[in-house]
């Protein structure tokens, strides 16, 4: 049974940082692109980063490009994001997923708030 369960959101104030975690299990980790999406209030979920199985090619938004940085350990079945230089508008639920399986997490909610 395939899960994904993100940790690491919370309330961090503008200029911030938080690290974002999503431990995977139930597949075989090292052989899919693993990525991050997101849902703002009000929001149709949005692309936010995506990293291949060997972790050599990264993409992301244009919205975060700069700022977030998705990585991964395949030894530990986890990817992670590290957002830096947070803003309000980074505020929503984050996602972490397989996308070509098509099996995401339950999210993890950042707010970015002074």
């Known amino acids: 049974q395939v899960q994904l369960v993100e940790s690491g959101g919370g309330l961090v104030q503008p200029g911030g940082s938080l690290r974002l975690s999503c431990a995977a299990s139930?597949?075989?980790?090292?052989?899919?692109?693993m990525g991050w999406i997101r849902q703002a209030p009000g929001k149709e979920r949005e692309f936010v980063a995506q990293i291949i199985p060997t972790g050599g090619y990264t993409n992301y938004a244009d919205s975060v490009k700069g700022r977030f940085t998705i990585s991964r350990d395949n030894a530990k079945n986890t990817v992670y994001l590290q957002m830096n230089s947070l803003k309000p508008e980074d505020t929503a639920v984050y996602y972490c997923?397989?996308?070509?399986?098509?099996?995401w997490g339950q999210g993890t909610q950042v707010t970015v708030s002074s």
């Open positions: 139930g597949f075989t980790f090292s052989a899919y692109v």
């Open positions: 997923g397989a996308p070509s399986i098509g099996k």
